[in-house]
């Protein structure tokens, strides 16, 4: 389990902040559950989801930039919620997987140019001999505006990831590829497909919107 409690380039959790800020928010708390169940809201909702925050530089996919900005994609998110659970000694990896958004709006789609989103992560962290699913995506002031977006819910027992349906049993989210669990952010692989993929949001409406910034 080793490898799963050291700090990496992205899990950056030997910066003082982020290992200050994941101790702040679990103190007084005992059990890795507790812990991790309070990391886990914290992330989702005080780091607010902007998927526009999503362009491959490394420095946008690390722990510590995520929680100085304050906003973050899944990846980013799911690369902080799991810094967090290392920094107070509880193992953690990335899990990435394409999806399909059956309920995403037509102007992402014509952005993206698919409903296919390659790379999307979460945590899965080590609580009580099993590795649990925890997917700190959308906050909750987003979710509400947006009106599509679901809350994860996460239990600290069971799976927390993003629902196959909908409320009203429409389909919604389709696991199409699992890219595997990983100790570090596998960037360069990443970044390849990402690029093949999406060329133009990534060189053209991408970058665009970075220099904007």
Not at 141 to 161: H, R, W, Y
């Amino acid at each position: 389990m080793n490898i799963y409690l050291k700090p990496t380039e992205f899990l950056d959790f030997n910066k003082k902040s982020v290992n200050r800020k994941a101790f702040e928010i679990t103190k007084g708390l005992t059990t890795d559950k507790e812990k991790v169940i309070a990391l886990f809201y914290w992330v989702r909702d005080k780091i607010k989801y902007n998927m526009s925050a999503f362009y491959m530089i490394k420095g946008n996919f690390k722990a510590s930039v995520t929680l100085r900005r304050g906003y973050g994609f899944c990846v980013s998110k799911a690369v902080l919620l799991s810094s967090f659970a290392r920094a107070v000694g509880i193992p953690a990896q990335i899990h990435l997987a394409d999806i399909r958004n059956n309920k995403v709006p037509q102007e992402t789609i014509d952005l993206l140019g698919t409903n296919i989103f390659y790379y999307h992560g979460y945590s899965e962290i080590y609580i009580d001999k099993k590795w649990i699913k925890a997917t700190p995506v959308f906050d909750r002031i987003t979710a509400s505006k947006a009106g599509f977006l679901p809350l994860v819910e996460f239990d600290g027992i069971n799976n927390g990831i993003l629902s196959k349906f909908d409320p009203e049993g429409n389909l919604f989210i389709e696991y199409i590829k699992d890219r595997g669990v990983y100790a570090e952010l596998p960037y360069d692989e990443m970044d390849r497909i990402i690029r093949k993929q999406y060329y133009k949001y990534v060189f053209e409406k991408g970058i665009k919107t970075l220099n904007k910034k």
